[in-house]
């Protein structure tokens, strides 16, 4: 093959959701990995549908998804019955397809966080693999027949669910199941295009990671630890998981991707 060495080098291609409908769950206020994902998202072009877990929560996200004028905004509870199923329902009424699902949610009993997995209860054990890994699987069943052209699932995971962190518990076994979860999806859905991601953030400081116990000591040991030794935060995650959404993307499925500086690398 001949290969002019004065050709035109192909056209950059800039980083563009303009035209892409993809729905946000799991912001709770503006601290939440989710929403640093939702401004990027917005910030690129793509127009998004947002969800609240409750009443107490509407107050803080509601001028969320005003800021990003998100056209649906509804509650979104995968412990009640119905709830999600409504959400994908009003996307198929007012878009009719769906490009991307973000999926930052996960839950467990106090006492069952703070315990050791062994005294686990059986009921927190199956609640928190429910809320924070089933419901992965949920949205990516209702997700498939919206996503007619291809598309991208994207959950959140932790090092703690490849390695035993202390304090972190009985989230570990759950995001476990969470990441080998991505790549079951991923096989099944790859043929249609449907690409299943997760991201895996060192420790954040959000709502959600405050129930950890000690979590400051977890964060200042991960800042230490990191080759950076710096922590992401969740403009960093809204970045990536921006760029993962996009056409640029479209080879990169189902795997974990850590945007940690660097930490999990280290033993």
């Not at 878009?95 to 009993?109: E, Q, T």
Request: charged share 25%; hydrophobic share 40%; aromatic share 8%.
């Amino acid at each position: 093959m001949n290969i002019d060495a004065n050709a035109a080098p192909a056209p950059l291609r800039l980083l563009d959701l303009r035209g892409k409908k993809g729905l946000i769950i799991g912001i709770a206020n503006d601290q939440s990995i989710a929403y640093g994902i939702a401004k990027h998202c917005h910030a690129y072009g793509a127009e998004l549908a947002i969800t609240y877990l409750n009443e107490k929560g509407d107050k803080y996200v509601r001028p969320l998804a005003e800021g990003l004028f998100a056209p649906i905004y509804l509650p979104c509870d995968v412990r009640e019955d119905g709830q999600l199923e409504a959400v994908f329902k009003a996307i198929e009424e007012k878009w009719g397809r769906l490009d991307f699902v973000i999926h930052s949610i996960a839950y467990a009993n106090r006492d069952d966080l703070h315990g050791r997995v062994t005294d686990c209860s059986r009921e927190g054990f199956a609640l928190a693999m429910d809320v924070s890994c089933f419901s992965f699987v949920r949205c990516a069943k209702l997700a498939e027949p919206l996503m007619k052209n291809g598309g991208a699932l994207i959950t959140v995971s932790f090092y703690g669910g490849r390695k035993v962190v202390e304090h972190y518990n009985v989230m570990g076994p759950v995001k476990a199941a969470l990441e080998s979860t991505t790549k079951y999806l991923a096989h099944e859905l790859g043929p249609k295009g449907i690409r299943v991601l997760a991201l895996s953030p060192g420790p954040l400081k959000t709502r959600a990671a405050s129930g950890i116990d000690r979590f400051d000591e977890l964060m200042d040991a991960a800042a230490e630890k990191a080759p950076t030794h710096q922590l992401a935060d969740i403009n960093d995650c809204g970045s990536f998981a921006a760029y993962l959404v996009s056409d640029l993307a479209k080879s990169v499925t189902g795997t974990t991707l850590f945007i940690d500086g660097g930490a999990h690398i280290v033993g």
